[in-house]
C-alpha cells in the first residue's frame, strides 16, 4: 500500500505559478512510476505529466509541455510538479497516482484506473 499526499494548490491569476507537491512514506514509492493528472468540472481526466521510478524519464502532455516542470526526489519520497505561466484552462483538481511502469494508458477515465491515488488539490487560475 501506498498513501499519496498532494499539496500545494491553490488561487493565482493568469501568468501565476504555483508548485504541487506529492509525498508518500512508504519506501516502495520509489519503485513506482507517478503520475500527474487533472480533472477540470464536467471535463474528464487529463493526464498532464509523469515520471518513471528512477526519476530520469518525465513526460509531459502538449498543453503545459513548456509551462510545467515535473520532478522525483527518491531520496525524499516525493514528486514536485512546478506550474509556471498558468492559464484560466489550468483550473482543475489535480491528482497524483502511482503505478507500475508500462501500465498507463492515456484512455484511463478516473483516478481508480491507477494503482494508488491521492486525493487531489485544487488549482484554480482566474483571468
Known amino acids: 500500500q501506498v498513501r499519496l499526499a498532494e499539496s500545494g494548490g491553490g488561487s493565482v491569476q493568469t501568468g501565476g505559478s504555483l508548485t504541487l507537491t506529492c509525498t508518500a512514506p512508504e519506501p516502495a514509492f520509489k519503485s513506482y512510476w507517478v503520475y500527474w493528472v487533472r480533472q477540470a468540472p464536467g471535463k474528464g481526466l487529463e493526464w498532464v505529466s509523469y515520471v518513471n521510478n528512477g526519476g530520469l524519464a518525465i513526460f509531459y502532455a502538449d498543453s503545459v509541455k513548456g509551462r510545467f516542470t515535473a520532478s522525483k526526489d527518491n531520496a525524499k519520497n516525493t514528486v514536485y510538479l512546478q506550474m509556471n505561466n498558468l492559464k484560466p484552462e489550468d483550473t482543475a483538481m489535480y491528482y497524483c497516482?502511482?503505478?507500475?511502469?508500462?501500465?498507463?494508458?492515456?484512455?484511463?477515465?478516473?483516478?481508480?484506473?491507477?494503482?494508488?491515488r491521492g486525493q487531489g488539490t485544487q488549482v484554480t487560475v482566474s483571468s
Open positions: 497516482a502511482a503505478d507500475e511502469g508500462g501500465r498507463f494508458s492515456a484512455s484511463w477515465k478516473t483516478t481508480s484506473d491507477f494503482k494508488y
